[in-house]
Structure formats: C-alpha cells, structure tokens
T-cell receptor, first 116, second 112 residues
Framework: DADVTQTPRNRITKTGKRIMLECSQT?????MYWYRQDPGLGLRLIYY???????NKGEISDGYSVSRQAQAKFSLSLESAIPNQTALYFC???????????????FGAGSRLTVL | SQQGEEDPQALSIQEGENATMNCSYK?????LQWYRQNSGRGLVHLIL?????REKHSGRLRVTLDTSKKSSSLLITASRAADTASYFC????FGYGNKLVFGAGTILRVKS
C-alpha cells in the first residue's frame, strides 16, 4: 500500500457541488499539506497542518476548507465547486522537527478534479 | 509569488547525454530540494541541499547551490529514457514557517 493515499483519484463534478478529497498516510508524519497543480504554475499550497490541532491557510485557500480528523487523515473540501478549481490536487506529508530533512515531502498520487 | 524559477522550461536530449536544469530563488533559504514528477503522478523527492553546502551527489544526480547568486542547478549524467519527467526545485525560505515553495518546473524529455 502507498504511504500516502488519496481518494478519489479522478472526479468530475458540476459547478456548485460540494466535493471532498481525502488523504490518509501511514508514514507517521505529523505534518500534512494540500497542494494544487495547474499547468505551467508548479504547485501552490492550499492548506497545511503541523499537528492535529493546527490548521493553517496557504497561499490560495479561498474557496477551500480542510479537516484534520486524526494524525493520519487530512481532507480537503470545496464547498461550492467552480470551474477554475479544475486542477490536480496533491496531499503530502513531512516529518517535521528541527533536523535537516524535516520538511522533505512525501506525496500522494494525486486527485484529478474537473468542474464542469 | 513563486520563490523558485526553473530554467529552461523544457529540455529535449538524446539518451546518454547530460541534462542540466537551473533554479533561481529570491530570498535566503534554509535548504533547497529537487523533486521529480512522472506524467500526472505524485512528486518524488530526489535530493536536498542545505544552505551551507555547495555541492551534493546522489547516484547520477549532482546538485550545486550558490547562495550568493541565489541559484541552484541539477545535473543528470548519462541520461536514460526513464529520466523523462518534470523536475521541480522547492525552497525552504527563512521566515516562511518551514514550508516549501515550488517553482514551475522543467520538462525533460530523453529520446532513445
């Protein structure tokens, strides 16, 4: 099984629908992240969580919300999806802490979302 | 705004040749990392270089870091068709809370 599992892998939905993308990890990492990838723009950080009680906005959080249900689970919601949220979404984890390599990311395989 | 900017945007070479990708960034960093992404899949960490290091090797990969020029390069030697992928640099900048900021990536195509 993958260290970081995202579901669903592909989803097509309509404008205005609520969508949840789920992420679970077996790495035992404290830190979890949601990124969005658009062609030519690299990855942009949506939300991140450094532990279960810690949720922080990234650079593009508008229109998104998250829930950290447990150390191993971090879900991303689009309350009312719009077409410009069509993108490839990645969940990632990192160990955290002060040692070198603490913020090396382990990525899931991605969730491709299409909003019509 | 993106911290890292890769150059070139795309690179096409023959198998066996070396591939060099460059990354420039704007502010002081703790470390810089390189990741690879095969088409439509998750990114995979390749190598991390700390701000006090100038060069690092891992197999066929060689990474350099010049903090005075705020730039890094990734060299892949003796490239293989399996190296075809997108390559991203990511910076851990001071004052950014230990989070990574990714550049737009370089698309590498290795022709066999």
């Amino acid at each position: 099984d993958a260290d970081v599992t995202q579901t669903p892998r592909n989803r097509i939905t309509k404008t205005g629908k609520r969508i949840m993308l789920e992420c679970s990890q077996t790495k035992g990492h404290d830190r979890m992240y949601w990124y969005r990838q658009d062609p030519g723009l690299g990855l942009r950080l949506i939300y991140y969580s450094f532990d279960v009680k810690d949720i922080n906005k990234g650079e593009i959080s508008d229109g998104y919300s998250v829930s950290r249900q447990a150390q191993a689970k971090f879900s991303l919601s689009l309350e009312s999806a719009i077409p410009n949220q069509t993108a490839l979404y990645f969940c990632a984890t990192s160990r955290g802490g002060g040692l070198a390599g603490a913020n090396v990311l382990t990525f899931g395989a991605g969730s491709r979302l299409t909003v019509l | 705004s993106q911290q890292g900017e890769e150059d070139p945007q795309a690179l096409s070479i023959q198998e066996g040749e070396n591939a060099t990708m460059n990354c420039s960034y704007k502010t002081s960093i703790n470390n810089l990392q390189w990741y690879r992404q095969n088409s439509g899949r998750g990114l995979v960490h390749l190598i991390l270089i700390r701000s006090n290091e100038r060069e690092k090797h891992s197999g066929r990969l060689r990474v350099t870091l010049d903090t005075s020029k705020k730039s890094s390069s990734l060299l892949i030697t003796a490239s293989r068709a399996a190296d075809t992928a997108s390559y991203f640099c990511a910076t851990d900048a001071f004052g950014y809370g230990n989070k990574l900021v990714f550049g737009a990536g370089t698309i590498l195509r290795v022709k066999s």
